[in-house]
């Protein structure tokens, strides 16, 4: 446990950082699950109406530092890749 004053701000920093991050994240996986769920149910038209809401997440994680800018890069280049098969 941290005992310093400032050591006690940087865990609860630390703490709401991670907390924001993983919504984020899970926000990414959840966007590109949906569409591939509607890809595979014949619903292509309403998953490339979703398209930008991912691209929306993928380039906010990238721009945060959750991931990295050459993933989010290959991210939405597969995405699309596997809406135009």
């Known amino acids: ?50 398209i930008s809401l991912a691209y929306k997440a993928i380039d906010k994680a990238a721009k945060r530092g959750i991931i990295k800018r050459g993933a989010a890069s290959r991210k939405k280049s597969r995405l699309i890749k596997f809406l135009r098969k």
């Not at 991050?21 to 990414?28: E, V």
């Open 1 to 50: 446990m941290p005992i310093t004053k400032s050591a006690k701000k940087a865990l609860r920093q630390s703490i709401k950082r991670r907390k924001m991050n993983l919504q984020r994240k899970k926000a990414l996986k959840n966007i590109v699950v949906k569409i591939k769920k509607l890809k595979a149910e014949g619903k292509k038209t309403e998953a490339e109406k979703l």
